[in-house]
């Protein structure tokens, strides 16, 4: 798979496959089975996927439970299985919590930051996190002090390099006078039905930072959507021969080169065709109807 990069010459480059997984709809609920999950990671795997994506709250909570660190144990728990630690370029976040019952928080106090990062190294089974992201601004706290406690924390070295994810161009700013070079990356939301990351795409591109598109297959799952919805999608992908999915990451990743698509999966199957729109070259023409689709 063709690569692309996350990290500076200060703190290191890191080259990873174009396409990453996003492991949010992975769980250990027996649906589907653990040998599903671990073809699935096995498949990204063999397809050139390199960057795994979890985070802290990413979990199914059972009988009231809140869910909370249940996916990255799975995750750690799938590598060590399959003896693949040193392929994966793994990252979390934290800043996010679950209640009871599955709902969500937000908590970026100092306590818990510090708190989120040592649980995630424990269940990672790791002794730096590769790559840690603020999970989202805290409203209730300042965003400078919040990323001064993540700076402090990647100094102790128990965080290699930072990411901020939902978040705005001041924000990303921000994050950038403050953290420097330890700054790599921006998750956000961007697929066909979701555009108004362009910004900061843009912004990315002249700061050097990678941008995670999280959900980069939004409203395109069901055909009957897409066709009404976003038609150029489904024409080109006709033309081409090829998955409408694999004509949507290929259109993001055109975006910008420092586009890396994350999308979910729980099949073999379903990765694999994704990780194929890396090889996917769309034209300007192509592009143009994309754009306005």
Not at 147 to 156: F, G, N, P, Q, Y
Request: hydrophobic share 40%; net charge negative.
């Amino acid at each position: 798979m063709r690569t692309r990069t996350i990290g500076n010459d200060e703190i290191g480059r890191h080259e990873v496959g174009a396409v990453g997984l996003g492991l949010m709809t992975m769980n250990q609920d027996g649906e589907p089975p653990r040998d599903q999950l671990l073809d699935t990671v096995r498949a990204a795997l063999d397809a050139g996927v390199t960057l795994f994506d979890t985070a802290d709250a990413y979990g199914h909570g059972i009988d009231g439970a809140s869910g909370m660190g249940q996916n990255e144990t799975l995750v750690a728990g799938l590598l060590d299985e399959l003896g693949v630690r040193s392929q994966v370029l793994l990252a979390t976040k934290g800043g996010h919590v679950r209640t009871e019952g599955g709902g969500w928080e937000l908590d970026s106090s100092p306590e818990h930051l510090r708190r989120a990062v040592d649980d995630s190294l424990a269940r990672l089974r790791v002794q730096q996190i590769a790559l840690w992201q603020l999970h989202r601004p805290d409203p209730t706290r300042d965003f400078t002090e919040t990323l001064e406690v993540v700076r402090d924390i990647a100094e102790s070295g128990k965080i290699d390099m930072v990411g901020v994810s939902n978040v705005d161009p001041t924000q990303i700013r921000i994050a950038r006078d403050v953290l420097g070079s330890r700054l790599v990356s921006v998750q956000n939301q961007f697929n066909p039905r979701f555009r108004s990351s362009a910004d900061e795409i843009a912004l990315c591109a002249e700061l050097g930072l990678a941008f995670l598109a999280w959900s980069p297959l939004g409203g395109l799952n069901e055909a009957k959507q897409l066709a009404e919805q976003h038609p150029a999608f489904a024409e080109i992908a006709d033309e081409r021969g090829v998955s409408p999915q694999q004509v949507a990451l290929a259109w993001e990743l055109a975006q910008a080169p420092v586009v890396i698509p994350i999308p979910g999966a729980k099949r073999p199957q379903s990765i694999t065709d994704s990780a194929a729109a890396a090889a996917i070259d769309l034209t300007d023409e192509e592009l143009a109807r994309l754009d306005t689709a």
